[in-house]
């Protein structure tokens, strides 16, 4: 398997084409985060922004009171000259039709602009009787390059698809072919960022199709749509949050619940890098199911809280192929249904059990999953359920002429109810894994048939070497302490003890710990650690209540940067990953405050520190080191933070 390490943001900066426009996308390069190895992603090149070169729709005569802007709007669009400029959506409600983008275009959605489609009935067909259905926004027919689409404000620029006309259609006639709310099929250098785009009828953001776009980026968005399996609201069906079919693309920062996939990598996806992103309601981080000429996927530092599947990778006979390099690292999820989920039986609505399962020929098209890592993955809180397909910890089944190669899975925690379930495969446990099953402690295998196992998953007799990545869990699966104990103590060595020491350790549902509101939190960490990331998760414990994180080692918080929802709120927790200025070593503070106590889970990520006094020998061979400003520097001889060959070093 390949190994990536990621360059810092200045050095990705330097080979990135920059616009002259300082209207969305002079501050990206800084911001990309490229593996090494991999091309950067290219980003739009546009003309500077003056007035000459910005169209107001109302100056083409759409009104906030016309039931249908789709002609004014375009006139405005195909405004815009050859060498590029910017369309304006002002504040306000404006009812839409089909519209197309041209090349170096800024469609540009102001604070309280919501752009929303004409509704179902109205909205125009593209086929007499009405049965398929153009895209929102798109490329029309032609191949575009250096587009934008961003808002002024991420939560009152909006995008919406009045999409539950369309969900109840759905249901009533399969046949309905729904567009996606944004879709580019050919062309290159789009972005797509800080705004909102909620209840499409179908897909949100499509990139791609048959590999004719490339080089995308979507920053900060969000996509909001009822979960597939909604009761109390009207489901949505499809719902993909952002789908994938061509090569370089970045997506990050990004805040999705949605009725389907919310990040999707189909054929054709090739160096796609997906970090830093919150996904709710949802089928998770996921590949497939069309999987021909896909490789170089890796998702990591992600949140997952209620969504059905954490890493999904699924296809079947007929529809993929050589399927390869694939990481999925750093993230943490929370009653997650489904945390690691690998199939080559999907669309199979009667699986057989492995023992019957025949093997086919071979084909350019048979499922061929291999060098897949799974690493620094934390799950907790995984519903019971009795399905022999969903609900184990770790679902793996290949094909019995094709297995699922060389999955390994290096530091990775996830505490279920069942055991795991592993057909056609080989798979590797490494650095300390553990799966817990809560039920049946002692049996974390459900189904092994034709899976060849190394390593251990019970989490004993490892210990991390320097260096090493680390991830600690603190709930109340593993507190040693009793109920009422003032120091609270965990498997892990880890304890926590309150300022005033009076404060009795009590766990509430889902493995969580209560924390008293006002009371400041000290984690002692074990020897020779460092702390980088501190992942909570929680709801305050009342209803109707809220509560918030006031500070983390040091730095204080407003009372809305870091919620917790209430007990009977609908979702009721909340997850949220913070990175440490100055990694902690030894111990760490934190502190709840808000209307009542919060009952959370706490996740640790870091590395084992180094005593080391030099660090001038590169064992990769690129020579450099840096510290923690990311300068590099000449030599590691003073006490401090560095980092090098993907690690960061505490000399001492």
């Known amino acids: 398997m390949n190994k990536f390490v990621f360059k810092a943001a200045l050095l990705c900066a330097l080979v990135l084409p920059l616009s002259a426009s300082a209207d969305g996308v002079d501050n990206e390069a800084n911001e990309q985060n490229t593996p090494e190895g991999w091309t950067a992603v290219q980003l739009p090149v546009l003309p500077e922004i003056t007035s000459s070169n910005t169209f107001d729709i109302t100056s083409y005569g759409a009104s906030t009171s016309s039931n249908d802007n ?17 369309v304006v959506i002002p504040a306000g409600t404006w009812l839409c039709g089909p519209i197309h983008l041209k090349s170096k275009t800024i469609l540009y959605l102001s604070a309280g602009a919501t752009l929303k489609m004409l509704p179902y009935g109205q909205y125009p067909s593209t086929t007499t009787g009405g049965k398929e259905y153009d895209n929102f926004i798109s490329n029309g027919s032609s191949s575009i390059t250096d587009v934008v689409i961003e808002g002024e404000d991420k939560q009152t620029s909006v995008i919406d698809g009045q999409g539950e006309a369309w969900w109840i259609a759905y249901e009533n006639d399969k046949d309905i072919k729904r567009g996606a709310m944004i879709r580019f099929k050919k062309g290159s250098r789009f972005l797509i960022k800080n705004l909102t785009v909620k209840n499409a009828p179908g897909v949100n953001i499509t990139i791609s199709q048959n590999g004719n776009a490339s080089h995308a980026t979507i920053h900060d968005v969000i996509i909001r749509e009822p979960s597939s399996s909604a ?13 994938m079919w061509g090569p370089y693309i970045n997506i990050y920062n990004c805040d999705i619940s949605n009725g389907d996939d919310n990040v999707v990598a189909d054929t054709d996806a090739r160096y796609v890098h997906v970090w830093n992103c919150k996904f709710g309601d949802g089928h998770g981080a996921s590949i497939g199911s069309y999987t021909e000429n896909l490789n170089n996927i890796i998702y990591e530092d992600c949140t997952f809280n209620g969504t059905d599947s954490g890493f999904r990778l699924k296809s079947q006979r007929g529809r993929s192929g050589d399927v390869h390099d694939i990481i999925f690292r750093n993230c943490t999820m929370t009653g997650v249904k489904n945390p690691v989920y690998i199939e080559c039986w999907y669309d199979k609505s009667t699986k057989p059990v492995p ?4 093997a086919e020929p071979v084909t350019s098209t048979t499922p061929a999953f291999r060098d897949i890592l799974i690493q620094n993955v934390v799950s907790t809180g ?9 609900y184990f910890p770790v679902y793996i089944y290949g094909l019995p002429e094709s297995y699922v190669k060389n999955v390994t899975f290096d530091n990775v925690q996830i505490e279920t109810q069942k055991g795991m379930f592993l057909a056609y495969c080989n798979v590797n446990f490494i650095n300390g894994c553990k799966i817990t099953n809560s039920k049946t402690p002692g049996k974390l295998i459900e189904t092994s048939y034709e899976a060849d196992i190394e390593g251990d998953y019970t989490g004993s007799g490892y210990v991390p070497g320097e260096g090493d990545p680390v991830t600690y869990m603190l709930d ?3 507190a ?3 109920s009422g104990a003032t120091e609270w103590t965990f498997s892990n060595g880890c304890s926590i003890i309150s300022e005033s020491g009076d404060r009795g350790y009590a766990a509430a549902k889902n493995n969580t710990i209560k924390f008293s509101r006002n009371y400041v939190f000290t984690i002692n960490l074990p020897a020779n650690v460092s702390v980088s990331k501190v992942a909570f998760t929680g709801y305050c414990n009342k209803n109707d209540k809220t ?7 040091g730095v204080t918080y407003d009372e809305a940067d870091y919620v917790f929802p209430a007990l009977n709120a609908t979702p009721n927790t909340a997850t949220y990953s913070i990175d440490l200025d100055n990694p902690a070593v030894g111990s760490l503070s934190f502190e709840f405050s808000g209307d009542d106590q919060t009952a959370a889970s706490i996740v640790l990520h870091g590395n084992v520190a180094t005593a080391i006094t030099d660090v001038m020998a590169d064992k990769k061979g690129n020579g450099k080191i840096y510290n923690i400003q990311g300068m590099a520097v000449k030599n590691a ?12 070093f505490i000399v001492k």
Do not use: R
């Open 70 to 86: 789709t002609t004014a709007i375009q006139k405005a669009l195909n405004a815009v000259p050859s060498t590029g400029g910017k």
């Open 231 to 243: 009761t109390d609201v009207q489901k949505s069906h499809n719902t993909d949050g952002i789908s």
């Open 355 to 358: 023992s019957e399962a025949e």
């Open 382 to 390: 995984t519903p019971y359920n009795t399905s022999a397909k969903a």
């Open 476 to 478: 109340a699966s593993t």
């Open 480 to 482: 040693t302490c009793e």
């Open 547 to 553: 509560s918030y994180l006031k500070s983390l080692n």
């Open 637 to 648: 001889d003073k006490s401090g933070l560095y980092i090098c060959n993907g690690k960061k």
